[in-house]
C-alpha cells in the first residue's frame, strides 16, 4: 500500500490501520509517490487531495496515463466533500473518494471492495488470455473503448507473437521490449492477470498451440517447437495440464 500524505500523523495513523494487511510505502505530496508508485508498483494507493508540489488529481491523472501503474486503484482523501468536488476526482481518474474526517472502517471497506473489482477483473484476464475470433468481432461490432490495461495486455501479446519460436525469450528480454524493469513488468502482469512473466508467456504460447493443433495441418512436434518449447516431453506436460487433454487429443476435438 502506497500512503500519500503531507500530514506525517495522519500518514501513520492510516498505516495503522493496515497494519496487519500490508507492507507500506511512504510518500508526504503527490510526486513522490508518483516516482515511488513507478518503482514499487503497489497493490492500492491511498492519497490525501490537497498537497503540495503535486495534488491528488494532478497524481491522479498521471498515474491513470502511466501504462506502468495505471491498473493500481486510488483512494482520494478530502475535506473538500461536495459532490462538485467528488466528480471532478473521479474524472481524473480517482477509483473512490472519502471525505475527512473519515470513518475508519468505511475507509477498509472502501479498500477491501477496490481489492475486490481488482480481483475480477484478472479473473477476466485469467480465463482467457486469447480472445477467440466471435469475442472479437462482437467486441468490434459494439465498439468496446479498450482500457489501457487491455492495451497492455495486447502490447504483450504482440512481443511474444514476435518471438513465438524462439525457446530463448526470457523475462529480461520481454521487460527490455515491454520497456520496463523486470520487477515492473512482474507486478503489472500478476495485478492484471494474476500471473507473473514466466507463466504469462508459457500461458499464452500454449494457448497459441491449441489454435495451431485445432487447423490439424501440422505435428505436435511442429506446433510445440513453433511456439518456444525445446522440450517435447514438458510442452505436452504443460499443455496437459492446462487443457486436460493431451496435445494429440485436442487436435481431434
Known sequence: ?????????????????FENQYQ???????EEGLIKAIEFVPDIIIS???MPKLDGLGFCFKLKNDERISHIPVILLTAKATIDDKLVGLKQGADDYLS?????EELILRVVNLIQQRQVLREKYT???IASTAEKALETAIIIEPSLDDLFIE?????????LDKSEFDVEAFAQEMKLSTVQLRRKLKAITNQNSTEFVRN????????????GDKTVSQVAYEV??????????????KFGKTASEWRWL
Open 100 to 104: 475527512k474526517p473519515f470513518n475508519k
Open 228 to 241: 518456444g518449447f525445446e522440450s517435447l516431453p514438458y510442452f505436452s506436460k504443460v499443455f496437459q495440464k
Open 204 to 215: 499464452y504460447r500454449i494457448e497459441k498451440a491449441s489454435e495451431m493443433l485445432k487447423k
Open 24 to 30: 507500506f510505502i511512504m510518500a508526504a505530496d503527490g
Open 1 to 17: 500500500m502506497l500512503i500519500i500524505e503531507d500530514n506525517p500523523d495522519l500518514r501513520f495513523y492510516i498505516a495503522s490501520i
Open 48 to 50: 490525501d487531495l490537497m
Open 155 to 163: 502490447k504483450a501479446k504482440l512481443i511474444i507473437d514476435k518471438y
Open 127 to 129: 480465463a482467457k488470455t
